[in-house]
Nanobody
Framework: QVQLVESGGGLVGPGGSLRLSCAASGRTISIYAMGWYRQAPGKQRELVAVFTRGGFTNYADSVRGRFTISRDNAKNTVYLQMNSLKPEDTAVYYC??????????????WGQGTQVTVSS
């Protein structure tokens, strides 16, 4: 079991920056792919960024070049640095830990979410 707690959301003006944190407990995040997802009102949850166990990162086209995902295994924490924020980035942001074990059993854990609002 992994418990995930997000923080760092808030209200910011267009063009501003925020850094989200996801603190994990229970197990080390080094064995998981860690991702950030978001869900805007009336829309489906979408993948924003992912940091794989192998150290690769990938981003949604809408945030590539503006957002950066990073992980600190020693602190058991994942971050999402968000720059040049736009109103369309407004959503609840969720942290996810994902892995598939040798028996192909899938493990997915979610945080409670943190609200990000971009508005003037």
């Amino acid at each position: 079991q992994v418990q995930l707690v997000e923080s760092g959301g808030g209200l910011v003006g267009p063009g501003g920056s925020l850094r989200l944190s996801c603190a994990a407990s229970g197990r080390t995040i080094s064995i998981y792919a860690m991702g950030w997802y978001r869900q805007a009102p009336g829309k489906q949850r979408e993948l924003v960024a992912v940091f794989t166990r192998g150290g690769f990162t990938n981003y949604a086209d809408s945030v590539r070049g503006r957002f950066t995902i990073s992980r600190d295994n020693a602190k058991n924490t994942v971050y999402l640095q968000m720059n040049s924020l736009k109103p369309e980035d407004t959503a609840v942001y969720y942290c996810n830990a994902h892995r598939v074990d040798v028996a192909n059993e899938v493990y997915d854990y979610w945080g409670q979410g943190t609200q990000v609002t971009v508005s003037s």
